[in-house]
Structure formats: structure tokens, C-alpha cells
């Protein structure tokens, strides 16, 4: 199977596997009703689940399958305005990202703060 092809596979069986974790079947109804065998479905949940857990460890549960993505949100990155410090209490203060001065003041205030309540 050539490279191409197989991540087609792949694709099909990630919705597949989706399908299958929507339903209420156990896997030979579901197999029947997909019109495959029980040893496919049991080795492509086997290998997805193998390649989620080597590229993304802790992110993911044992049983679940990454869903295929329909849908693409525009995104824009810029760089950061400033910096928000928040406390135990829940009161942020925001700087300057670039005014070190600044935020190191925040931090040492609100340390100086928090202190004192305790």
C-alpha cells in the first residue's frame, strides 16, 4: 500500500472508529453492519491507537480515538501586548510585556500583598 493510500485508510478508519464509539453496537454488529471483519477493526483500533499515544502522550484516554476534523477556524497569532499577573485572591494586574521593570513591581507588590493577608 503506497503512502497515499494508506493515509486514506487511515481517514476512513478514524471516522469509521468514530462512528463505532457513537453507536451503541458491540464491534461484530458494528462489523457487520460496516460490512468488515472483526480482525480489521480490532488491528486499525490497535494502530491509531498506537500513533496517538507515541505523538501525544497524557492528552488522550486509552479508549478514545481523535475525532477527524471537519471544520477549520481562521487564526491569527500577534504578539503579546502585555503581560497579566493574577494572584490567589483573583486580582490580575496587567503591563507592559516589554516593561520588565514594570512587571517585576507587579510581582513584588502583589507577593508583598498576598503576605500580608495570610
Avoid: H
Avoid at 14 to 40: H, M, P, Y
Amino acid at each position: 500500500m503506497s503512502r497515499k493510500q494508506n493515509v486514506s485508510a487511515e481517514v476512513v478508519w478514524r471516522e469509521r472508529l468514530t462512528r463505532f464509539d457513537k453507536s451503541n453496537l458491540t464491534v461484530r454488529q458494528f462489523c457487520r453492519q460496516e460490512g468488515i471483519s472483526d480482525a480489521a477493526f480490532y488491528r486499525w483500533r490497535k494502530r491509531l491507537r498506537s500513533k496517538v499515544q507515541r505523538t501525544k502522550p497524557g492528552e488522550r484516554s486509552g479508549d478514545q480515538l481523535p475525532a477527524a476534523v471537519e471544520t477549520f477556524l481562521p487564526v491569527s497569532v500577534s504578539p503579546a501586548v502585555f503581560a497579566e499577573v493574577e494572584f490567589p485572591n483573583g486580582v490580575r494586574v496587567r503591563v507592559p510585556a516589554a516593561n520588565a521593570e514594570a512587571l517585576r513591581v507587579a510581582i513584588m507588590t502583589g507577593n508583598k500583598l498576598c503576605r500580608e493577608v495570610q
